[in-house]
């Protein structure tokens, strides 16, 4: 117990140690209010778009007169939602930058899926820190800070060779050192998960405990090559050197490679081309023969064939008949677009093994469903559902139907598909044995290393 209290005392009694270990702390408690603060404002905006569609949809049935049913398509905003879990606030992924509570209605689908509200930039929030970011950025360099130097420090003040000397040797002095702190360390990260779980409500389920593996597993890797570097028998300046490169290469170079080699292997600037074709072909349809376009819907739309001519003046009918032809012609693009943000995020998936820190930041996003792959699982639901508004009006506009209270109150509303399993354990159970067989390598390592 005696050594143990001499251990904890010279843990904390640096001031970097200190410093280090409370700036951890505190960055973890300003990203969790920080993300619970705009996992909240975006919860609000999801339960106020429903609402006020409500409202909407209560107001137009209950009118005396109820508007045309072109009118009524070409008005109606019904809601959706991007089903993110309430992980989303620690781990805000996609989220932060695409809209997760968009409203479409039954005009052309791509000029709205990528439509974006206008903010004001000076009240948009700096930065994107999360405890994400915290986790899988700042965690490794306060790892690095307390442990890295703990050799080369006992070699420095000359004490190395007399703990060599001890009956216990000098390498079971190193173990237990960073034992403590990787201790201290992980008590800190478990007060900032459960502080987040306080918070947000979070339930203490299956989705927790692995959150605590990964981050475990995580904090076992930079500890392992931390040992590696320390039994190299280097000074403190060339272990702090290699230890920081091998940050910067883990958690900056290779991650940045691989986002830029996908990036250059799939396209991004694609839905700016499928907006922009999209809006022309709707626009140079005003000056082409209506009823030809019409014909042409009909040929897509085949169980609307037994709607009457147009006439001579303006008719919703063609009009919607002209926004779905303007989707209909970038649909391979479209369709493109999915495929390749599918295929992007599966290679992701096999690249992120070359980086401990991509791998934990794509493993934590996808249990919190702010992924590309939960990204783009919304932007197919929104485009079902925008087929269900279409063909809900479809039927009144192309029949001549009159719209009823009874169908303005069961217009089709928004609902969520069931989400596939987040992250497998078998890729857990594979970043394990690595993990583990890093750190015995090092242990070894640690133990053939002479004093001087």
């Known amino acids: 117990m005696l050594q143990f209290k001499l251990e904890c005392k010279r843990l904390f009694s640096g001031t970097v140690n200190k410093l280090v270990l409370a700036l951890f702390l505190i960055s973890g408690l300003v990203a969790i209010y920080q993300g619970a603060q705009g996992y909240k404002s975006q919860r609000v905006d999801q339960y106020k778009s429903t609402v006020v569609f409500q409202q909407e949809r209560e107001y137009v049935a209950n009118r005396e007169t109820l508007p045309e049913p072109g009118s009524i398509a070409y008005y109606a905003s019904a809601p959706t939602q991007w089903q993110l879990s309430p992980w989303a606030a620690l781990f805000v992924g996609e989220s932060q930058h695409s809209m997760v509570a968009t409203k479409i209605k039954a005009l052309a689908l791509q000029g709205q899926i990528f439509n974006r509200e206008i903010v004001n930039p000076s009240q948009q929030r700096t930065g994107g820190l999360d405890l994400g970011f915290v986790l899988v950025y700042l965690l490794p360099i306060v790892i690095g800070i307390v442990t890295v130097t703990l050799i080369s420090d006992e070699q420095h003040a000359g ?152 006439g001579d003046t303006f008719d919703w009918k063609w009009y919607f008949a002209q926004q779905h032809l303007s989707d209909i012609a970038v649909d391979e693009q479209w369709q493109g677009y999915l495929q390749n943000r599918a295929l992007r995020h599966q290679q992701l998936q096999k690249l992120s093994w070359l980086s401990p820190a991509l791998m934990l930041q794509f493993g934590l996003n996808q249990l919190a469903h702010t992924s590309s792959y939960h990204q783009t699982e919304y932007f197919k639901e ?71």
């Not at 250059?264 to 700016?272: A, K, W």
């Open 159 to 310: 004490r190395w060779r007399l703990l060599s000397a001890l009956p216990i040797r000098a390498y079971f002095q190193v173990y237990k050192q960073l034992g403590l702190r990787f201790a201290v360390i992980w008590l800190l990260t478990a007060v900032l998960l459960i502080s987040a779980a306080a918070l947000l409500s979070l339930p203490f389920d299956g989705t927790f405990w692995l959150v605590c593996a990964a981050i475990t597993l995580y904090m076992l890797f930079w500890f392992s090559l931390a040992g590696l570097i320390m039994s190299l028998g280097k000074s403190s300046v060339v272990n702090s050197l290699a230890y920081l490169s091998s940050w910067v290469i883990f958690a900056i170079l290779i991650p940045g490679a691989i986002h830029l080699y996908l990036s250059n292997s799939y396209q991004t600037n694609t839905p700016l081309e499928i907006s922009l074709k999209q809006r022309l072909i709707m626009n140079d349809g005003w000056d082409q023969n209506q009823q030809a376009a019409l014909d042409e819907f009909l040929s897509h739309e085949p169980q609307w064939q037994s709607t009457s001519p147009l």
């Open 382 to 452: 929104i485009a079902h559902y925008h087929q269900q508004i279409r063909h809900f009006f479809y039927d009144f506009m192309f029949f001549d139907k009159a719209v009823t209270k009874e169908d303005i109150l069961n217009f089709p509303l928004y609902k969520n598909q069931p989400q596939t399993p987040s992250q497998s354990f078998s890729s857990l159970l594979f970043a394990t044995l690595l993990v583990f067989g890093l750190a015995i390598f090092a242990a070894q390592r640690l133990t053939k290393l002479k004093p001087i």
